[in-house]
Structures are given as structure tokens and as C-alpha cells.
């Protein structure tokens, strides 16, 4: 079973930038085969998909909203994801969650197999 723990969220003020992260335990065989990254939800919207990269360290992906100020990247060795979020603006305001799941998953074809608890980015203008 794969656990997913994240830390980094909190409170900047426009045009600042923070930094999340996302751990991961209990390697499967499948992990191989998946991809992880971050949703975010807004009450009263629906769930978007943020950023993932294949666990294989391949294969970016960012929703349009982000490109160019957020990077997403992934240290092996200390089996993390972390999600750099630069000029942060106040419509990124929202719950930030870790996931990991099948390429297919994220892009709407199938669940997402792993969640983590969630952290919070506030934004002020």
C-alpha cells in the first residue's frame, strides 16, 4: 500500500512562492507505471489537476493556469515530489492535494489510486 505525505502548504501574499512536498512509501510494482503530482479544489469547483510528472521522471504536465511559474520535480533517492509554486497569484487559493495514479487517471480515464491528506495555500492580493 502506498502512502502519500505531504507539508509545504501556508500563507503568502501575491507574488510570492512556496514549496510542497509530497513523500512516498511503500513502493508497489505498479508505481513504476504511474504518475504523481497535485490537485487542488476550491469549494464549489471542481477538482483540477495542477502539475504531474511520471514517476519515472518524465513527462511534465501543467494546466494552463500555472505554466510558467510553477515546476514540479522529483528526488529518487528521497522518494519526494515537490511541487515549486512561484508568483503565486490569489486564484491559486485552494486545497492542494498529492496524488498518484495511472497516466490515464489524470487525465480523466480511470481513478486515482492514491491520495494524500491535503494542505492548504492561501494567497492574499
Known amino acids: 500500500q502506498v502512502q502519500l505525505v505531504e507539508s509545504g502548504g501556508g500563507s503568502v501574499e501575491a507574488g510570492g512562492s512556496l514549496r510542497l512536498s509530497c513523500a512516498h512509501s511503500g513502493d508497489t510494482f505498479s508505481w513504476l507505471y504511474m504518475a504523481w503530482g497535485w490537485f487542488r479544489q476550491v469549494p464549489g469547483k471542481e477538482r483540477e489537476a495542477v502539475a504531474y510528472i511520471y514517476t519515472r521522471g518524465i513527462r511534465p504536465y501543467f494546466v494552463d493556469s500555472v505554466k510558467g511559474r510553477f515546476t514540479i520535480s522529483q528526488d529518487n533517492a528521497k522518494n519526494t515530489v515537490y511541487l515549486q509554486m512561484n508568483n503565486l497569484k490569489p486564484e491559486d487559493t485552494a486545497m492542494y492535494y498529492c496524488?498518484?495514479?495511472?497516466?490515464?487517471?489524470?487525465?480523466?480515464?480511470?481513478?486515482?489510486?492514491?491520495w494524500g491528506q491535503g494542505t492548504r495555500v492561501t494567497v492574499s492580493s
Open positions: 496524488a498518484a495514479g495511472t497516466p490515464d487517471a489524470w487525465v480523466g480515464r480511470g481513478e486515482i489510486n492514491y
